[in-house]
């Protein structure tokens, strides 16, 4: 029977140790996983998708799981369940609305530690980084600048043999616009535009052109009964005369690009985010296009440029460098780059931009060069929205929704507005 000297034992206990620490990190690093959750179409998780595996193809024993879910409400109602149950993603695309009140109840990782030493944001603007600011630390890195948009069916309006509006139509102009295309439209069930009284983006873009604001900046309500009066009373003119869609075909819209009256065949118009031309046109036959939402007569510029959305990481996450690489990886990586074009937004880096313009097809070309257009109805960035902000934005659509179907006045509904609205930022 063979025996071990002290040496040799000693040698293979060193050898065993070594190999068992080797496989423990090579376990570990099989267990290196992220959560990624996002909101969007098919197209945005068909490029997201493509990404998450350009990276884990790069980073041995790396899992990626990916979790998109539709806009609208479906998205936030989720993250807020997973939130409550202590199961958040590791990385979450986040959103203007939003963000102030998740890194105010400590769900986000403050990012400033793995800025500069895992993400590379070195050429950004100062003031591109500032934007995902909360409190004095970043809790979001924005994945592309935009602003709202009017989205036209071209092929719409050549065919009933209208001119679209354009950048400076104003609110009563675009109403008579659509009124004369549900008129002369061929289509069938076919009108001039959605439905938007209870679209956020317009609301705040018209009370901003009136000198208000969604928010003021001690974050209570920047407006007043008599504004809001106003807003629902331009959109009952305009269901009135058919200028818009009915409420019954309006209702059926869930706030994103697949269920859009424009998508599903019902209008010529939509108000979207000027980065959904993208998804918009490859979810459309017809030719579109997009224009400035409309003005106020002599009115204040009402649009801005915002952050499309966020990516941020979740304080409770166990890989906080691993989620840093992945998001700098996204921001940077050339290849990730020309995938990801401008579907989510014009990328914050300058040089980002110059690199994917030459490969960008005609929609994303467009979305570029959109935001060099409306220079003249950018004005600054409003204050954060404070907390409670997002069911402030549910109480609006609601609202709007029970005028639409004539369940109350005009009158009503700009009263009930303020204090809905008034009570849903006071709960926090």
Known sequence: MPT??????????????LATAMGARST?????RLRLSWWGNAERSERTNQVIDLFTAANAGVTIDGQSLPGGGDY???????TAGGNPPDVIQMDYRYIFEYAGRGVLLPLDELI?????????????????????????????ANTGAVILNLTAFKEAGLEPPTIGTTWEQFADICQELSQKTTRP??????????HETSFETYLRQRGKA???????LGFDVEDAQAWFALWSQMRESGACVPADVQALSQGNVDTSVVTVGKAAVGIAQSNQLVSYQKANQDSLAMTGIP??????????LKPSMYFSVSARTGNPELAGRFLDFFLNNEEAMNILGVERGAPESPATRAAISPSLDEPSQAALAYLDSISALIGPLPPAPPQGAGEATTV?????????????????????????????????
């Open 4 to 17: 071990l000297s002290r040496r040799q034992f000693l040698a293979a206990g060193s050898a065993l140790s």
């Open 28 to 32: 570990f690093a099989q267990q290196e």
């Open 295 to 304: 003005v106020i007569e002599g009115g204040q510029p009402g649009q801005y």
């Open 76 to 82: 936030w109602t989720w993250l807020a369940t997973q």
């Open 116 to 144: 500069g030493s895992t993400i590379n944001l070195s050429d950004w603007p100062e003031d591109r980084i500032e934007v995902g600011r909360v409190d004095g630390k970043v809790y979001g890195i924005s994945l592309g």
């Open 214 to 220: 969604m928010y003021a900046g001690d974050g209570q």
């Open 396 to 428: 609006l659509g609601s609202i709007a929704e029970e005028v639409a179907f004539e369940m109350k006045s005009v009158e009503r509904a700009a009263a009930d507005l303020v204090a809905g609205m008034t009570e849903a930022i006071g709960r926090g």
């Open 189 to 198: 069930g076919f009108f001039g535009t959605q439905d938007a009284s209870g």
